[in-house]
C-alpha cells in the first residue's frame, strides 16, 4: 500500500508549484476583474461581468482587438512562412550554414527594446534610410523609367506616426524579429527526417526538389509546423516591448497600435484600474487556452498526416 502511493511524493511538489505559481494567480485575475479594485484602496465592490461589457461595447476597446488581431495575422504567416524558407535554405547548404543561421538568429537574440530605437531611426521621415532608399529608388525610376513612374511620388508617410501605417510597421518589425526562432525549430524538425525517405522517395520518380518536399518534408513537418503555429500565435499576441518603446504614453496614432498587453499594462499599472486590467488579461488567456486547445486537437488527431 505504502508503494502504491509512492508516486505522490514526487509529483507533489510539481503539483503545488503549478497550483501556487498557475492557477492562483488566474483564479485571483479572474476575482478582481469582477470589481472595481484598484491598488492603494481598502476595498472594492462587486460590479460583476461590467467590465466585459465595457472591454465589447466601448470603441477604445475595439480599436485594441482590431490592432491586436490585424498584428496576430500579419506576423504569423509571415515568419513561419519565412522560417520555414530560411530553415529550407540552411539545411540544404553545405558550406556557411552556421553563418546564415547565426545571421538570421541575431534578430531573436536581440534586445528588443535597443533595436526599437534603432528602428525608430530607420524610420524617421527626415534621417531615417527607409525613407531616404525609397527616395533614391523612386528618383532612379522617374530618371530613367518615366513610363514606369507614374505612382510613384518623392513623397513618404510618417510609417511610426501616420495612423494608417503605424501598425503595418510594427507588424513588419515584428516579422523580422520573430521568423529567426521559427527557423530553428523547423531546422530541428527538418533534421529529425531520415535521409532514407528521400532516397525512397527519389526511387518512386520523385526527383525534383518540389516533389521531395511535396511527399516527404512537408508532411513530416506536420507536428513541428502545428508547434510553431501555436507558439507564433502565443508570441504574437504577448507583444509588449515594441509598442511601449514606440508609443510609451499610449497605443500610437489614434490607438492604431493599441494592443492587448499595452492595454493591460495601461489600465493596471498606468491609470491603476486592476479590475478592468485583470478582465483583459482574463481574455488573453482564454484566447491562449483556445490555441492550446486547438493545437492539442490537431496533434491528436493527426490531421497533418491526412
Known sequence: MAQSRAYIWFIAPALILMFVILLIPILIAGGLSMTDYSLGNSGASFVGWE?????FSRSQYEKMFGATFRYVFVVVPLTVGLGLGAALLIHS????????????FLPVMAALIAMAIVWEFAFHPTIGIVNATLERG??????????YAQGCERTFPLWLNDRDYAIWTVSFIGVWQGFGFNMVLYLAGLASIPPSLYDAAEMDGATRGWDRFQLVTWPLLGPTTVFVVTISFIR???????????YPQGGGP???????????????????????GAAITVIFLGFVMILTLIQRWLVERRTHYV
Open 236 to 246: 504574437s499576441f504577448q507583444v509588449f516591448d515594441m509598442v511601449e518603446a514606440f
Open 138 to 147: 523612386c528618383g532612379t525610376i522617374l530618371e530613367h523609367w518615366n513610363w
Open 51 to 55: 467590465n466585459y461589457e465595457r472591454i
Open 93 to 104: 547548404l553545405g558550406r556557411f550554414g552556421d553563418l546564415y543561421k547565426t545571421i538570421y
Open 254 to 276: 489614434s490607438k492604431s497600435v493599441y494592443v492587448m498587453m499595452f492595454a493591460i499594462y495601461e489600465k493596471g499599472i498606468q491609470q491603476n484600474l486592476m479590475g478592468i
